[in-house]
């Protein structure tokens, strides 16, 4: 495994290498980790890196790494950049024969994001995108339970991801986070809706196996002077004509990362919260409503995806680094199959992809057309 | 007191019978309980009354009351029937003198709000409307935390109403809830909107002190064959530029009367639940989360309104009948003031009157007129 | 309905009343309300009642009552001063024929409560305790579940009764609350025990149907200068084998009124608490979390006393005021019976009597022994 | 890193190594993980380990990992057999140089405890003990709370360690966790005493730092046949003359793994529960309840080690792994401290140790005492 930003100051960086390693199957070593080489360097140190894979950028790892012998070269590379680098970093990487795990949003536009299907597709190469949060056993119970129509055809969805952390100006203080995020050119068309609304989205799609068609939305810059949304209110309506809630913000006071989920069908309902994520609340029409709890036999005897991605018996918590852990697992189980020419089974399969990235763009392109648009709805492109 | 309406089968009129006679200081005397005369005198053996006092319909009530001498004669009449009723049976109830306790929404449309309006002021009644949900000790500490600015400029309101009880076509099997609630005739223009939503409207507008001004809606009638909305979402707009999300739903299987509010201002914000009604959560930026529970004294130093609606020592819950029986306290309180020739103290005031009922009607208008429109915003009629 | 007790300042005496009163089947017509007859007729007139029926004691009480004719005269009186005064006023009441509700604990000592089971034998009048706790209809629910074996045979009960309100020496404020019940001659040979530990040895006894056979005791009184316990932790025995834990806390600083209860049987488990007396938390061995929710179908079909029990429908929160309303629903039933000298079912039938009364103090007498003695084990006397 | 123990169908040997691994700073190398040799080989394989430093025993892995030179031979040993084998094992390592990580509880007595107290002191070499629940940065935070006094002198502490798995006879199945675990010869004179118990023990002392003097205990072996305890209650006594529960369960159906505790002082309270570790309960006498979330400004700035002991921020949330890799992140960073000749910093050397380990003994020794005496209270020997 190598990387591709994840820097000094930089968050996400790191949690991908602990979650990468978690399950001792993957070794990390060396990237590109600052568009600063000198930076870069630093942080090869901290990591007690070799020197010698610890690159200025991601141009000359590519070079470098090509020259090491199979089996000794990197087998993926964890792209962790701004958003407006992902696009042409992961193309490089792809066309040369890496896998490619990539932070979400995927590209910066639709245009991008189908390229790199094409490529993908061409290249035969394993992509994954992150989108973490699917990869909760608990959500993977929720989405076995849809599909097998435990709650009957879905009506409504509300899905939800406030947090409060940019209710200030923190992109003034200097906060690295906080500035790039709220830089068009590095962020994207939409701050609050790129960062989180993605994610909203994907949860949704992913739990009921529905595509929204049409969305409504209101994107609100509330901090003075931000030149990106930091709320973002959306109506939605799905494909087989349910409707839907999906509201996202930066500037909720009091919230952390309250990503939560309400699924409403005909026979029954669903409700998970990304905070206490080992619990999943199931309610059939009529009874009294259930607690599902991650790590029981009643779980992982019925979602073998859930039994794959727990790691400790119930009541011992599991959280945020594990949910990362299992989207690695799949992927990189992918990869060795790949490398291994042989099929790797559905199981496996389920992590987010390409094609999920391509999604999380079109939802964000209908996003601001919506939010500029005297229509009440507008219809995702195909 | 009397009643109208709350007949057998009904629920809410045994609820107001119990609530008005909570505190002990109102007698509860007679009433025309039911359209059917039968029904009615029924009603009156059930409840014990002197049956010269149960009238075969509320005209006859008028007369006859008016005809027993002063203290003896009903002082105010409570309106539970259903809301095609309201308006006719309050405006007569106003104009011969009696002081009217109103079920919501207040009317069937806004025209009729408007003369309502008028009627009250012309006739200087007393008009109570029964929007219960703000009579909880909680609700009112929240409203004056707002007013106080403690969380500062209000930016973002989420209010959510779900409940699960019409996600079958219960209206089918004869139940009689059901039945009038989904009868355009009877329940207005919209089910949903009206039977709950109102409640939402009120609740997000009492707390905060601020006005809707526009309204982008989503109206749909999920079960098959029903005339009436069944679930509706919308995105509002208040009058300080705030921006909100207001959902309600008949349809969401498992839920119960889980109306909700998140307010977020520039400083903090506030989490109130109704099923959870004596915790009111406080979240001042950058400090731990606080939990305000009901009947402390740091409650009800802070919130003098709190402290009055309060009847019991924290930890020992109070709940819906109390909150409904504030109103009644603060509305009572005020028709004795008003036979008394005094000034009640703005304590006392604090209860839905009819200008919140025309503000309730004006949101059915706005709701029913975006939910119909292809624009995204639809601006509240002054 | 009359009083004896519950003057100003009192807390519970207002709380009877309101209970009482709920269901409209009760007048309540006047009483004895304080030691001092002045404050009697204070009480008297703030409750707006006849001042002939606002007796300067309950001597005074009894001889004008007895001289009203039947129909008028106080069918039932309820006695809510503090404990010492309990005994010799229902003696008196019941010997001249009156129905008596009375607070918990019954009487100062198990030889008294041995006498007013004679009594209530010997004078055949209906004899209520106002153990509150176990009128919330999740009580009945949870005591029905375990009577029909859904958990099967119980092994372990944890019941607790924290609160933090004498934390400090607030019987030194002159508080009126808290200078009776830390007074030895007014509450008995244990307050936190007293006061609250026989509730919570109650509830454990209702619901399960097991009776407590032996105590090892801790009681401890935290605050200086106080002369009873404040503080109580018991290890129990159960008459089936199983064991438990019982503690109860007046100095648990932070906790308001915290009872709660989990009873672990063979089959599952159930937990309950009363600051959120609207659900029942049901746990089979090797399934989900079942929460049930007060007011559902699936409720009042399985358990007709929690039907019985239910006002609103679920969602719509019950609290304390309706637990209690619930005890005098039953004992009130239960008196209309007797009057019409028929047989009440056994749904009438419960509410916690004078055998109740006396269990609880067998409890306080084994649980003041205990503390004292340096064996382990105390048995309960028969 | 080495370890002893943790082969197949060993459930804490993973749990070790994935948590050890976290911080990319522990390399994994070998051991004797199974008393069968081929099962020990066979997870060497699984770990994908280099077979010359998979063993067929811990004596054969001491000789030839001796042999190997400085820095490339294990720096130290994690011990994770049953308990019978910790003392032999432990001794034998640090005799010879390895530091040790041990799993709880330390010894099968108290007096091979006491010499392991003297063995570490003699050899110099780094102990830690595995009660990874004080590892949580919330326990830290409240542990530092106690200590700056915020709750004033600590009166009461509540414990509880309910599980419910062991509620039928598992071990008869042949399932391993329990097949040990409920043999006196493997797990010591107490089974959920010494599994669990320990646990609750340690907790309380360490967020405290009072010491238990005397327990009140009852043992009960509920499941026929079960040779060792499955379920503990306790009353205890503290050196600051604090009182308390302690219980634990291993037949609790419905619970999991619900370690909690609930600490009283003069001035506030204090509540944390390991199924929900991120969250640390405050109250404040006379103030609302305050929830302090893991991972904030006011936290980490309040609390060195909660901020030390913290990888996410606030709302992606931490758990079991991570508070385990705390407990590894301190003994490793004193491991290094110790092969460098410097000493280790206050914050470092927060992690539990052989002195522990004794406390965690003399606790067993008290409780299986007392289970068995007829008097009240049993003193902890010095």
Known sequence: MGMVGGGPGAFIGEVHRKAARMDGQVEFVGGAFDINPRKSKQMGKELNLNPKRVYKDYKEMIVKELQLPDGERMDFVTVCTPNNWHFSIAKDLLDVGFHVMCEKPMTLTTKEARELVKIVKKTRRVFGLMHNYTGYPMVKLARDMVNNGEIGKVRKIVVQYPQGWLATALEKTGQQQASWRTDPKQSGASGCGGDIGTHAENLAEYITGLKMTHLCAELTAFVKGRKLDDDANCLVKYNNGARGVLHASQVSVGEENNLAIWVYGE???????????????VKP?????????????????YSQAAGRATRLPSGHPEAFFEAMANIYL???????????????DSLVLDFPDVHDGLRGMLFLETLVTSAKSKQKWTKFKK
Do not use: C
């Open 267 to 281: 026979k029954g309902g669903l409700e998970w919260h990304q905070e206490h994520p080992n619990y999943l609340s």
């Open 330 to 344: 799949n992927f990189t189980d992918t990869v060795k199959a790949r490398m291994m020419r042989v099929k790797p």
């Open 285 to 301: 029409i009529g009874q009294p409503t259930q607690v599902w709890k991650r790590g029981n036999d009643y779980v992982t005897s």
